[in-house]
Protein backbone atom coordinates (compact mmCIF):
# COMPACT_ATOMS: atom_id res chain seq x y z
CA UNK A 1 0.00 0.00 0.00
CA UNK A 2 1.68 3.46 -1.13
CA UNK A 3 1.98 6.21 1.55
CA UNK A 4 -0.75 7.87 -0.02
CA UNK A 5 -3.29 5.31 0.51
CA UNK A 6 -2.19 4.80 3.65
CA UNK A 7 -2.68 7.91 4.71
CA UNK A 8 -6.32 8.27 3.31
CA UNK A 9 -7.31 5.02 5.56
CA UNK A 10 -6.23 6.54 8.66
CA UNK A 11 -7.83 10.12 7.72
CA UNK A 12 -11.22 7.90 7.48
CA UNK A 13 -10.74 5.89 10.41
CA UNK A 14 -9.61 9.46 12.02
CA UNK A 15 -13.00 11.02 10.95
CA UNK A 16 -15.66 7.51 11.98
CA UNK A 17 -13.98 7.51 15.31
CA UNK A 18 -14.77 11.63 15.89
CA UNK A 19 -18.09 10.69 14.64
CA UNK A 20 -18.78 8.09 16.82
CA UNK A 21 -17.13 9.97 19.73
CA UNK A 22 -19.47 12.74 19.16
CA UNK A 23 -22.93 11.10 18.33
CA UNK A 24 -23.62 10.64 21.90
CA UNK A 25 -22.99 14.32 23.17
CA UNK A 26 -24.58 16.22 19.86
CA UNK A 27 -27.82 17.81 20.48
CA UNK A 28 -28.86 16.59 17.00
CA UNK A 29 -30.03 13.51 15.68
CA UNK A 30 -30.56 14.53 12.12
CA UNK A 31 -29.58 17.79 10.20
CA UNK A 32 -32.43 18.09 8.21
CA UNK A 33 -32.01 18.92 4.74
CA UNK A 34 -34.44 19.30 1.98
CA UNK A 35 -33.60 16.92 -1.23
CA UNK A 36 -32.70 20.31 -3.51
CA UNK A 37 -30.37 21.29 -1.10
CA UNK A 38 -28.70 17.76 -1.11
CA UNK A 39 -28.52 17.24 -4.70
CA UNK A 40 -26.68 20.36 -4.79
CA UNK A 41 -24.14 19.50 -2.06
CA UNK A 42 -23.87 16.21 -3.54
CA UNK A 43 -21.54 16.22 -6.71
CA UNK A 44 -22.68 14.70 -10.34
CA UNK A 45 -19.95 11.48 -10.87
CA UNK A 46 -16.87 12.64 -13.20
CA UNK A 47 -15.42 11.44 -15.72
CA UNK A 48 -11.76 11.55 -13.96
CA UNK A 49 -11.55 10.88 -10.24
CA UNK A 50 -10.98 13.68 -7.42
CA UNK A 51 -8.31 13.44 -5.04
CA UNK A 52 -7.82 11.83 -1.59
CA UNK A 53 -8.53 15.19 0.10
CA UNK A 54 -11.59 16.40 -1.86
CA UNK A 55 -13.20 12.36 -1.45
CA UNK A 56 -12.64 13.14 2.94
CA UNK A 57 -14.11 16.14 2.75
CA UNK A 58 -17.46 14.38 0.50
CA UNK A 59 -17.28 11.73 3.32
CA UNK A 60 -17.95 14.32 6.12
CA UNK A 61 -20.70 15.83 4.03
CA UNK A 62 -22.17 12.75 4.18
CA UNK A 63 -21.70 11.82 7.84
CA UNK A 64 -23.05 15.60 8.94
CA UNK A 65 -26.69 15.29 6.46
CA UNK A 66 -27.28 11.74 7.64
CA UNK A 67 -29.32 10.77 10.54
CA UNK A 68 -27.42 9.60 13.37
CA UNK A 69 -28.56 5.81 14.25
CA UNK A 70 -26.02 5.59 16.95
CA UNK A 71 -27.23 8.62 18.96
CA UNK A 72 -29.75 7.63 21.83
CA UNK A 73 -32.11 9.72 21.00
CA UNK A 74 -32.76 7.66 17.85
CA UNK A 75 -35.62 5.61 18.88
CA UNK A 76 -37.65 5.57 15.34
CA UNK A 77 -36.89 2.32 13.78
CA UNK A 78 -36.49 -1.69 14.86
CA UNK A 79 -32.26 -1.02 14.90
CA UNK A 80 -30.21 1.54 16.40
CA UNK A 81 -26.62 2.23 18.37
CA UNK A 82 -23.81 1.10 17.96
CA UNK A 83 -21.94 -2.11 19.42
CA UNK A 84 -17.39 -1.88 18.60
CA UNK A 85 -17.59 -5.63 18.35
CA UNK A 86 -20.42 -5.92 15.72
CA UNK A 87 -19.04 -3.00 13.73
CA UNK A 88 -15.55 -4.30 13.41
CA UNK A 89 -17.70 -7.58 12.12
CA UNK A 90 -18.77 -5.59 9.67
CA UNK A 91 -15.53 -4.29 8.38
CA UNK A 92 -14.11 -7.11 8.74
CA UNK A 93 -17.10 -8.88 6.31
CA UNK A 94 -15.96 -6.17 3.89
CA UNK A 95 -12.45 -6.36 3.75
CA UNK A 96 -12.22 -10.13 3.86
CA UNK A 97 -15.36 -10.21 1.31
CA UNK A 98 -15.88 -13.30 0.39
CA UNK A 99 -18.94 -14.95 -0.68
CA UNK A 100 -20.65 -17.52 1.77
CA UNK A 101 -21.90 -20.09 -1.26
CA UNK A 102 -19.36 -21.98 -0.32
CA UNK A 103 -16.82 -23.66 2.31
CA UNK A 104 -13.69 -23.62 -0.60
CA UNK A 105 -14.24 -19.17 -0.48
CA UNK A 106 -15.32 -18.61 3.31
CA UNK A 107 -13.57 -21.78 5.41
CA UNK A 108 -13.74 -19.97 8.95
CA UNK A 109 -16.79 -18.11 8.26
CA UNK A 110 -18.87 -21.09 7.46
CA UNK A 111 -18.04 -23.05 10.16
CA UNK A 112 -18.98 -19.94 12.15
CA UNK A 113 -22.19 -19.32 10.90
CA UNK A 114 -23.28 -23.04 11.38
CA UNK A 115 -21.97 -22.82 14.91
CA UNK A 116 -24.22 -19.23 15.17
CA UNK A 117 -27.29 -20.92 13.67
CA UNK A 118 -26.85 -24.14 16.40
CA UNK A 119 -26.80 -21.99 18.66
CA UNK A 120 -29.88 -20.14 17.91
CA UNK A 121 -31.78 -23.50 16.85
CA UNK A 122 -30.74 -24.77 20.92
CA UNK A 123 -32.71 -21.61 22.22
CA UNK A 124 -34.95 -21.68 20.39
CA UNK A 125 -35.56 -25.18 21.52
CA UNK A 126 -35.18 -26.97 17.80
CA UNK A 127 -33.26 -30.08 18.43
CA UNK A 128 -32.49 -30.84 14.78
CA UNK A 129 -32.96 -28.64 12.37
CA UNK A 130 -30.54 -25.73 9.99
CA UNK A 131 -30.94 -22.56 9.10
CA UNK A 132 -29.39 -19.51 7.23
CA UNK A 133 -28.42 -15.66 7.30
CA UNK A 134 -30.75 -14.02 4.84
CA UNK A 135 -30.83 -10.66 3.95
CA UNK A 136 -33.26 -9.34 6.29
CA UNK A 137 -36.55 -10.40 8.36
CA UNK A 138 -38.77 -9.67 4.91
CA UNK A 139 -36.41 -12.70 3.22
CA UNK A 140 -37.15 -14.97 6.40
CA UNK A 141 -40.63 -14.48 5.90
CA UNK A 142 -40.53 -15.49 2.01
CA UNK A 143 -38.22 -18.38 2.49
CA UNK A 144 -40.89 -19.67 5.21
CA UNK A 145 -43.77 -19.39 2.37
CA UNK A 146 -41.17 -21.04 0.01
CA UNK A 147 -40.40 -23.89 2.48
CA UNK A 148 -44.21 -24.41 3.25
CA UNK A 149 -44.68 -25.22 -0.36
CA UNK A 150 -41.74 -27.35 -1.14
CA UNK A 151 -43.00 -29.20 2.41
CA UNK A 152 -47.00 -29.69 0.86
CA UNK A 153 -45.38 -30.42 -2.46
CA UNK A 154 -41.71 -31.73 -2.97
CA UNK A 155 -41.89 -31.27 -6.99
CA UNK A 156 -43.43 -28.06 -6.79
CA UNK A 157 -40.46 -26.21 -7.86
CA UNK A 158 -40.09 -28.73 -11.21
CA UNK A 159 -44.22 -28.73 -12.10
CA UNK A 160 -45.16 -25.06 -10.89
CA UNK A 161 -48.67 -25.03 -9.61
CA UNK A 162 -51.36 -27.36 -11.16
CA UNK A 163 -53.90 -25.43 -9.53
CA UNK A 164 -54.23 -21.78 -7.01
CA UNK A 165 -55.93 -22.67 -4.45
CA UNK A 166 -53.14 -22.54 -1.41
CA UNK A 167 -54.00 -20.65 1.54
CA UNK A 168 -51.47 -18.82 4.00
CA UNK A 169 -52.94 -17.06 7.37
CA UNK A 170 -51.53 -14.20 8.95
CA UNK A 171 -52.56 -11.67 11.61
CA UNK A 172 -53.55 -8.20 10.43
CA UNK A 173 -51.08 -6.71 12.62
CA UNK A 174 -48.62 -9.21 11.08
CA UNK A 175 -45.21 -7.72 8.45
CA UNK A 176 -46.63 -6.76 5.41
CA UNK A 177 -43.79 -8.90 3.79
CA UNK A 178 -46.34 -11.76 3.76
CA UNK A 179 -47.90 -10.05 1.70
CA UNK A 180 -44.62 -9.31 -0.87
CA UNK A 181 -43.75 -13.25 -0.15
CA UNK A 182 -47.08 -14.34 -1.51
CA UNK A 183 -46.73 -12.37 -4.41
CA UNK A 184 -43.37 -13.64 -4.86
CA UNK A 185 -44.36 -17.22 -4.27
CA UNK A 186 -46.72 -17.23 -6.66
CA UNK A 187 -49.46 -17.84 -3.94
CA UNK A 188 -51.10 -14.57 -4.78
CA UNK A 189 -52.09 -11.75 -2.31
CA UNK A 190 -55.58 -12.82 -3.18
CA UNK A 191 -54.84 -15.85 -1.11
CA UNK A 192 -53.36 -14.22 1.99
CA UNK A 193 -56.13 -14.19 4.30
CA UNK A 194 -55.74 -11.54 7.35
CA UNK A 195 -56.73 -13.64 10.76
CA UNK A 196 -58.30 -10.77 12.97
CA UNK A 197 -56.28 -9.55 15.93
CA UNK A 198 -58.11 -8.57 19.47
CA UNK A 199 -57.16 -5.17 20.93
CA UNK A 200 -53.80 -6.29 22.46
CA UNK A 201 -52.87 -6.71 18.47
CA UNK A 202 -53.02 -10.69 18.90
CA UNK A 203 -54.16 -13.28 16.21
CA UNK A 204 -57.11 -14.79 17.70
CA UNK A 205 -56.86 -18.04 17.25
CA UNK A 206 -60.26 -19.27 17.46
CA UNK A 207 -61.08 -16.96 14.27
CA UNK A 208 -57.68 -18.52 12.62
CA UNK A 209 -59.55 -22.07 12.77
CA UNK A 210 -63.11 -20.93 12.15
CA UNK A 211 -61.26 -19.47 8.86
CA UNK A 212 -59.34 -22.56 7.92
CA UNK A 213 -62.23 -24.89 8.47
CA UNK A 214 -64.12 -22.55 5.89
CA UNK A 215 -61.58 -22.52 3.75
CA UNK A 216 -61.19 -26.13 3.60
CA UNK A 217 -65.10 -26.67 3.04
CA UNK A 218 -64.50 -24.37 -0.41
CA UNK A 219 -61.81 -26.51 -1.72
CA UNK A 220 -58.60 -24.27 -0.69
CA UNK A 221 -55.45 -25.68 0.57
CA UNK A 222 -54.18 -24.56 3.70
CA UNK A 223 -50.30 -24.15 3.59
CA UNK A 224 -48.58 -21.99 6.02
CA UNK A 225 -49.82 -20.34 8.97
CA UNK A 226 -47.52 -16.53 10.10
CA UNK A 227 -47.78 -16.07 13.47
CA UNK A 228 -45.74 -12.52 15.36
CA UNK A 229 -43.64 -12.46 18.03
CA UNK A 230 -43.35 -8.70 18.25
CA UNK A 231 -45.98 -6.98 16.12
CA UNK A 232 -43.92 -3.93 14.50
CA UNK A 233 -46.58 -0.98 15.48
CA UNK A 234 -48.12 -2.34 19.33
CA UNK A 235 -45.15 -5.37 19.75
CA UNK A 236 -48.22 -8.05 20.30
CA UNK A 237 -47.43 -11.72 20.86
CA UNK A 238 -49.76 -13.93 19.15
CA UNK A 239 -50.66 -16.84 20.95
CA UNK A 240 -47.99 -20.08 19.39
CA UNK A 241 -49.16 -22.53 21.59
CA UNK A 242 -52.87 -22.47 20.86
CA UNK A 243 -51.70 -21.42 16.72
CA UNK A 244 -49.67 -24.47 16.72
CA UNK A 245 -52.18 -26.89 18.07
CA UNK A 246 -54.55 -25.80 14.97
CA UNK A 247 -51.73 -26.16 12.53
CA UNK A 248 -50.72 -29.95 13.58
CA UNK A 249 -55.16 -30.75 13.89
CA UNK A 250 -54.87 -29.22 9.97
CA UNK A 251 -51.45 -30.65 9.10
CA UNK A 252 -50.26 -27.01 8.35
CA UNK A 253 -46.59 -25.52 8.61
CA UNK A 254 -46.53 -22.39 11.45
CA UNK A 255 -43.68 -19.72 10.75
CA UNK A 256 -43.09 -17.48 13.80
CA UNK A 257 -41.88 -14.03 12.66
CA UNK A 258 -39.71 -13.74 16.15
CA UNK A 259 -37.40 -11.17 14.02
CA UNK A 260 -38.27 -7.90 16.80
CA UNK A 261 -39.73 -10.32 19.95
CA UNK A 262 -36.87 -12.59 19.29
CA UNK A 263 -34.86 -10.69 21.61
CA UNK A 264 -36.54 -11.97 24.29
CA UNK A 265 -34.80 -15.52 24.06
CA UNK A 266 -31.95 -13.32 25.15
CA UNK A 267 -34.20 -12.61 28.56
CA UNK A 268 -34.03 -14.29 31.73
CA UNK A 269 -36.97 -12.08 33.37
CA UNK A 270 -39.32 -11.74 29.87
CA UNK A 271 -38.60 -15.39 28.22
CA UNK A 272 -42.25 -15.95 28.97
CA UNK A 273 -43.08 -13.93 25.62
CA UNK A 274 -41.71 -16.24 23.13
CA UNK A 275 -43.30 -19.37 24.36
CA UNK A 276 -44.02 -22.24 22.48
CA UNK A 277 -41.33 -20.97 20.15
CA UNK A 278 -40.77 -24.84 20.10
CA UNK A 279 -43.69 -26.02 18.49
CA UNK A 280 -43.00 -23.81 15.05
CA UNK A 281 -41.69 -25.27 11.81
CA UNK A 282 -39.64 -22.10 11.25
CA UNK A 283 -38.69 -18.95 12.97
CA UNK A 284 -36.91 -15.41 11.51
CA UNK A 285 -34.30 -13.75 13.64
CA UNK A 286 -33.05 -10.38 13.45
CA UNK A 287 -30.02 -9.84 15.40
CA UNK A 288 -29.73 -6.31 14.01
CA UNK A 289 -33.26 -5.47 15.80
CA UNK A 290 -32.58 -6.01 19.23
CA UNK A 291 -28.94 -7.18 19.70
CA UNK A 292 -27.09 -4.17 18.42
CA UNK A 293 -25.73 -5.32 15.49
CA UNK A 294 -25.32 -3.78 11.85
CA UNK A 295 -28.28 -3.82 9.54
CA UNK A 296 -28.36 -6.69 7.73
CA UNK A 297 -28.17 -9.67 10.87
CA UNK A 298 -30.86 -11.67 9.80
CA UNK A 299 -31.83 -15.40 10.40
CA UNK A 300 -33.99 -17.88 8.84
CA UNK A 301 -34.10 -21.05 11.63
CA UNK A 302 -36.08 -24.74 10.95
CA UNK A 303 -36.23 -27.55 13.35
CA UNK A 304 -36.74 -29.80 9.00
CA UNK A 305 -33.35 -30.79 8.16
CA UNK A 306 -32.90 -30.81 4.56
CA UNK A 307 -35.90 -28.68 3.31
CA UNK A 308 -34.13 -26.00 2.74
CA UNK A 309 -31.98 -27.53 0.39
CA UNK A 310 -35.58 -28.83 -0.98
CA UNK A 311 -36.50 -25.41 -1.66
CA UNK A 312 -33.84 -23.56 -3.21
CA UNK A 313 -31.78 -26.49 -4.85
CA UNK A 314 -31.15 -25.96 -8.50
CA UNK A 315 -27.84 -25.01 -11.27
CA UNK A 316 -24.10 -24.06 -10.06
CA UNK A 317 -22.83 -27.57 -10.47
CA UNK A 318 -21.12 -26.91 -13.70
CA UNK A 319 -18.46 -23.94 -12.20
CA UNK A 320 -19.62 -23.44 -8.60
CA UNK A 321 -20.58 -26.34 -6.54
CA UNK A 322 -18.19 -28.74 -7.56
CA UNK A 323 -17.18 -32.11 -5.92
CA UNK A 324 -14.04 -31.74 -3.24
CA UNK A 325 -13.45 -33.07 0.67
CA UNK A 326 -15.82 -30.12 2.08
CA UNK A 327 -18.65 -29.92 -0.36
CA UNK A 328 -21.02 -30.84 2.27
CA UNK A 329 -20.14 -27.94 4.32
CA UNK A 330 -21.38 -25.68 1.22
CA UNK A 331 -24.38 -23.32 2.68
CA UNK A 332 -25.14 -21.89 -1.29
CA UNK A 333 -27.01 -24.92 -2.45
CA UNK A 334 -29.57 -24.19 0.33
CA UNK A 335 -29.69 -20.44 0.21
CA UNK A 336 -31.85 -18.30 -1.79
CA UNK A 337 -28.63 -15.92 -2.79
CA UNK A 338 -25.96 -17.41 -4.91
CA UNK A 339 -23.37 -14.12 -3.61
CA UNK A 340 -23.65 -13.78 0.35
CA UNK A 341 -22.14 -11.86 2.50
CA UNK A 342 -20.09 -12.68 5.70
CA UNK A 343 -22.78 -11.41 7.75
CA UNK A 344 -22.62 -13.67 10.81
CA UNK A 345 -19.12 -12.50 12.15
CA UNK A 346 -20.66 -9.07 13.03
CA UNK A 347 -23.31 -11.65 15.19
CA UNK A 348 -20.31 -13.48 15.93
CA UNK A 349 -18.08 -10.38 17.40
CA UNK A 350 -20.81 -9.21 19.56
CA UNK A 351 -21.58 -12.89 21.05
CA UNK A 352 -17.85 -13.30 22.03
CA UNK A 353 -17.21 -9.92 22.98
CA UNK A 354 -20.23 -9.56 25.64
CA UNK A 355 -21.20 -13.88 26.07
CA UNK A 356 -24.25 -15.03 26.41
CA UNK A 357 -24.97 -13.31 29.40
CA UNK A 358 -23.63 -9.91 28.77
CA UNK A 359 -26.39 -10.08 25.85
CA UNK A 360 -28.68 -10.96 28.12
CA UNK A 361 -28.11 -7.74 30.31
CA UNK A 362 -28.04 -5.60 27.43
CA UNK A 363 -31.79 -7.00 26.72
CA UNK A 364 -32.79 -6.86 30.06
CA UNK A 365 -31.81 -3.21 29.80
CA UNK A 366 -34.22 -2.41 27.26
CA UNK A 367 -37.33 -3.86 28.86
CA UNK A 368 -36.09 -1.71 31.58
CA UNK A 369 -36.49 1.27 29.43
CA UNK A 370 -39.25 0.61 28.07
CA UNK A 371 -41.17 -0.09 31.48
CA UNK A 372 -39.74 3.92 32.65
CA UNK A 373 -41.09 5.44 29.58
CA UNK A 374 -44.86 3.60 30.22
CA UNK A 375 -44.65 4.88 33.69
CA UNK A 376 -43.64 8.02 33.46
CA UNK A 377 -46.20 8.95 30.12
CA UNK A 378 -48.77 6.87 32.54
CA UNK A 379 -48.37 9.85 35.48
CA UNK A 380 -48.13 12.86 32.94
CA UNK A 381 -51.53 14.69 32.43
CA UNK A 382 -49.91 15.99 28.66
CA UNK A 383 -49.70 12.51 27.62
CA UNK A 384 -52.22 9.92 26.61
CA UNK A 385 -50.59 6.11 26.94
CA UNK A 386 -52.26 3.85 24.06
CA UNK A 387 -50.17 0.74 24.42
CA UNK A 388 -47.44 -0.22 26.01
CA UNK A 389 -45.89 -4.20 25.69
CA UNK A 390 -42.69 -5.94 24.90
CA UNK A 391 -40.23 -2.87 23.61
CA UNK A 392 -43.03 -0.73 21.81
CA UNK A 393 -44.91 2.13 23.88
CA UNK A 394 -47.49 3.58 22.11
CA UNK A 395 -49.07 7.37 23.07
CA UNK A 396 -50.11 10.71 22.19
CA UNK A 397 -49.32 14.37 23.65
CA UNK A 398 -52.20 16.48 24.42
CA UNK A 399 -53.06 20.10 23.14
CA UNK A 400 -53.50 22.49 25.89
CA UNK A 401 -56.95 23.49 24.59
CA UNK A 402 -59.24 20.02 25.57
CA UNK A 403 -61.40 20.27 22.80
CA UNK A 404 -58.54 20.22 20.24
CA UNK A 405 -58.11 17.14 18.38
CA UNK A 406 -55.61 14.88 19.87
CA UNK A 407 -54.35 12.99 16.19
CA UNK A 408 -54.04 15.82 14.15
CA UNK A 409 -52.05 17.30 16.99
CA UNK A 410 -49.79 14.72 17.86
CA UNK A 411 -49.23 14.67 14.53
CA UNK A 412 -48.12 17.87 13.83
CA UNK A 413 -45.72 17.54 16.73
CA UNK A 414 -43.98 14.02 15.17
CA UNK A 415 -43.09 16.45 12.24
CA UNK A 416 -42.24 19.07 13.76
CA UNK A 417 -39.75 16.74 16.31
CA UNK A 418 -38.10 15.83 12.74
CA UNK A 419 -37.68 19.73 11.09
CA UNK A 420 -35.66 20.61 14.25
CA UNK A 421 -33.70 17.03 14.25
CA UNK A 422 -33.08 16.71 18.22
CA UNK A 423 -34.70 13.26 18.57
CA UNK A 424 -36.50 10.93 16.35
CA UNK A 425 -39.28 8.60 16.81
CA UNK A 426 -41.61 7.27 14.82
CA UNK A 427 -45.35 7.29 14.45
CA UNK A 428 -48.06 5.09 13.31
CA UNK A 429 -51.76 5.10 12.77
CA UNK A 430 -54.66 2.52 13.94
CA UNK A 431 -57.60 1.47 11.58
CA UNK A 432 -59.78 3.54 13.44
CA UNK A 433 -57.69 6.32 12.42
CA UNK A 434 -55.65 7.05 16.05
CA UNK A 435 -52.45 8.61 15.39
CA UNK A 436 -49.87 7.97 17.85
CA UNK A 437 -46.17 8.15 18.64
CA UNK A 438 -44.33 4.89 18.18
CA UNK A 439 -41.65 4.69 20.93
CA UNK A 440 -39.45 1.91 20.65
CA UNK A 441 -36.15 0.63 22.41
CA UNK A 442 -33.69 -1.65 20.28
CA UNK A 443 -31.12 1.08 21.20
CA UNK A 444 -28.56 0.22 23.67
CA UNK A 445 -27.01 3.40 23.94
CA UNK A 446 -30.14 4.71 24.98
CA UNK A 447 -30.64 5.42 29.04
CA UNK A 448 -33.47 6.49 31.38
CA UNK A 449 -31.97 9.95 31.41
CA UNK A 450 -32.52 9.84 27.51
CA UNK A 451 -36.06 8.67 27.49
CA UNK A 452 -36.56 11.48 29.98
CA UNK A 453 -34.98 13.80 27.83
CA UNK A 454 -36.67 12.98 24.86
CA UNK A 455 -40.39 13.00 26.88
CA UNK A 456 -39.20 16.60 27.71
CA UNK A 457 -38.12 17.68 24.08
CA UNK A 458 -41.42 16.36 22.74
CA UNK A 459 -43.78 18.66 25.78
CA UNK A 460 -41.43 21.56 24.63
CA UNK A 461 -41.78 21.21 20.99
CA UNK A 462 -45.99 20.80 21.50
CA UNK A 463 -45.67 23.97 23.46
CA UNK A 464 -44.32 25.54 20.22
CA UNK A 465 -46.97 23.78 18.03
CA UNK A 466 -49.73 25.21 20.78
CA UNK A 467 -48.45 28.87 20.30
CA UNK A 468 -48.61 28.59 16.33
Known amino acids: MSDSKEKFLSDVFLTLREYISESSTSELVTKVSRPEKLKQLIPEIAPEGVSDEKLLSELRDILEHSVSTIHPLFVNQLFGGLDEAAWAGEVLSSL???????????PAITVIEKRVVTELLDRMGFERGEGIMVTGGSNSNLLAMLCARTEYSPNIRLTGFGHNRFRVYASAEAHYSFDKAANITGIGT???????ANERGEMIPEELERILSADLKEGYVPIMVGATFGTTVMGAFDPVPKIARICERYKVWLHVDAAWGGGALFTNKHRHLVKGIQLADSVAFDAHKTMGTPLITSFFLTKHAGILRNANRGGGSEYLFHEYDNSDWDTGTYSLQC???????KFWLLWRAHGTQGLIRRTEHLFDLAQYATQEISTNPRFKLIHSNYLNVCFQVQPRDPLGDINSFTLKVRKALVREGRAMVNYAQRADGTIF??????????EKVHVAQLLRIILETADRVDIV
Open 339 to 345: GRRADVL
Open 96 to 106: LNPTMATFEIA
Open 190 to 196: QNLVQVP
Open 437 to 446: FRLVFPNHRT
